[in-house]
C-alpha cells in the first residue's frame, strides 16, 4: 500500500474546492488514459460540499460524465430520497446538475427495495464483481478514486473501531449497531477500499485532528479504521489547519497545496 501524502488547506471551504478541483483532473486523465473512470463517493459535511463545488465550477464540463461509474463507500440503510441517505446528498449536490449514464451509478439499496441489510450488501458485492475487470484481480473494481470522510473516532465508510465489520473480508457488508446514528448501514470493507488505485481521506475541523494523527501513525487498523484506509498507488490526506494540526512533525509527506 502507498504511504500517505499530506495536503492541509486553509480551511474547509477551500478545502472542498480544492478537492473538487482533484477530482476533475484526476477523472479527466483516466479518461484521456483508457476511456471510462470511477469514483467511489463519500457523504458528510465536507464530501457532500465537494461535490457542490464540483457542480459549480465551468471545469466539470471537461469530465465526460457518460462514461463515469459512480459507486459509494457506505450508504444509511434508509428508504430511497431519504435526506439521510449520502445517495440523496450526492444527487442533490452533483448528479442531478451533470449527464451522468444512470446506469453506471451505483446505490446501494434500501429497505424500501424489499431486501434485507444483508441482502443489499450482497446485491453490491453482485455489482461489484460484474463490474470488476481481469486486471483488478479481484472481487471489486480497482476505483480511481475513492472519497472517504472520517469521524472524530477515526472511522471511515462505515467500518467503525472494534466493530466486527472491520474482520469481514468479503467486499461489502452490513453494519448493525453503528454507535452514529441510523444503526444500519451498507459498507465497502477494508480489502475493496485497500483494493482502489487511490484513496483520498478528505477531514475538516479541529475535532477530527487527534484521529488524523492516529490515522498517520502506526495505529492497528481495528483501533484506528482510518490507519488502513490506504490506495495501492496513491493515498491522500486532504485536510483543513484545524484537522492537521495535532499531526507530529515528520509524520507523513507535507505537500503544498
Do not use: C
Not at 483516466?30 to 465550477?57: D, F, M, R
Not at 451498507?186 to 488505485?197: C, G, K, Y
Amino acid at each position: 500500500m502507498s504511504v500517505p501524502t499530506i495536503v492541509v488547506h486553509r480551511d474547509a471551504d477551500i478545502l472542498a474546492k480544492a478537492v473538487a478541483a482533484r477530482i476533475i483532473t484526476r477523472l479527466v486523465d483516466a479518461q484521456s488514459a483508457k476511456g471510462s473512470a470511477s469514483l467511489v463517493l463519500t457523504g458528510g459535511t465536507v464530501g457532500i460540499a465537494t461535490l457542490a463545488a464540483i457542480a459549480e465550477t465551468p471545469a466539470r464540463d471537461a469530465v465526460d460524465w457518460r462514461h463515469l461509474d459512480i459507486w459509494w463507500g457506505d450508504e444509511r440503510f434508509l428508504p430511497d430520497g431519504d435526506p439521510e441517505r449520502n445517495e440523496t446528498g450526492a444527487r442533490r449536490a452533483l448528479l442531478d446538475h451533470v449527464d451522468v449514464d444512470p446506469e453506471r451509478v451505483h446505490v446501494m439499496l434500501g429497505p424500501d427495495s424489499g431486501l434485507t441489510a444483508e441482502e443489499s450488501a450482497d446485491a453490491y458485492a453482485t455489482e461489484l464483481r460484474k463490474a470488476a475487470q481481469p486486471e483488478d484481480h479481484g472481487p471489486a473494481p480497482s476505483f480511481d478514486v475513492t472519497l472517504l470522510g472520517m469521524g472524530p473516532d477515526a472511522h471511515v465508510a462505515s467500518l467503525f473501531p472494534g466493530m466486527p465489520a472491520l474482520y469481514d473480508t468479503r467486499p461489502v457488508t452490513a453494519v448493525h449497531g453503528s454507535p452514529k446514528p441510523p444503526p444500519t448501514r451498507i459498507s465497502l470493507t477494508m480489502p475493496t477500499i485497500q483494493a482502489s488505485r487511490e484513496v483520498w481521506v478528505v477531514a475538516a475541523g479541529a475535532e477530527k485532528a487527534g484521529a488524523v494523527r492516529l490515522a498517520l501513525s502506526e495505529s492497528g487498523t481495528m483501533q484506528v479504521p482510518a490507519a488502513g484506509a490506504r490506495g495501492r498507488s496513491r493515498t491522500l490526506f486532504l485536510l483543513d489547519r484545524a484537522a492537521a494540526a495535532k499531526i507530529p512533525p515528520g509524520l507523513g509527506r507535507i505537500a503544498s497545496p
